[in-house]
């Protein structure tokens, strides 16, 4: 069985940093693409970032600039860096494997002072 497991995330002050893994298991991360998400509850989600299998990176207006998106093959792991963090940040982080609509279970990001 394919799985995502989020791991990384905790309470940061405003202008912060942070960096949130995706552990991909069950399967070969060189052969998947993966996007980042967010969501506050009882809010819509919102797509954050993408890495694709070919290479091809993209960002959520709201975090361009400030999100970087990487991997390590090697690792299965997907990596996203936050740099400069607002309190609009704040969102539960959820990676995803749109081919199988495969979810993480979600790791809490709190920006505040």
């Known amino acids: 069985q394919v799985q995502l497991l989020e791991v990384g995330g905790g309470l940061v002050q405003p202008g912060g940093s942070l960096t949130l893994s995706c552990v991909a298991s069950?399967?070969?991360?060189?052969?998947?693409?993966i996007e980042w998400y967010r969501q506050v509850p009882g809010k819509q989600r919102e797509w954050v970032a993408k890495?694709?299998?070919?290479?091809?990176?993209g960002y959520a207006d709201s975090v361009n600039g400030r999100f970087t998106i990487s991997r390590d093959n090697a690792r299965n792991t997907v990596f996203l860096q936050m740099n400069n963090l607002k309190p609009e940040d704040t969102a539960i982080y959820y990676c995803y494997r749109r081919t199988l609509n495969l979810w993480g279970q979600g790791t809490q990001v709190t920006v505040s002072s």
């Open positions: 069950g399967g070969d991360l060189a052969a998947m693409s």
């Open positions: 890495s694709t299998v070919s290479g091809t990176i």
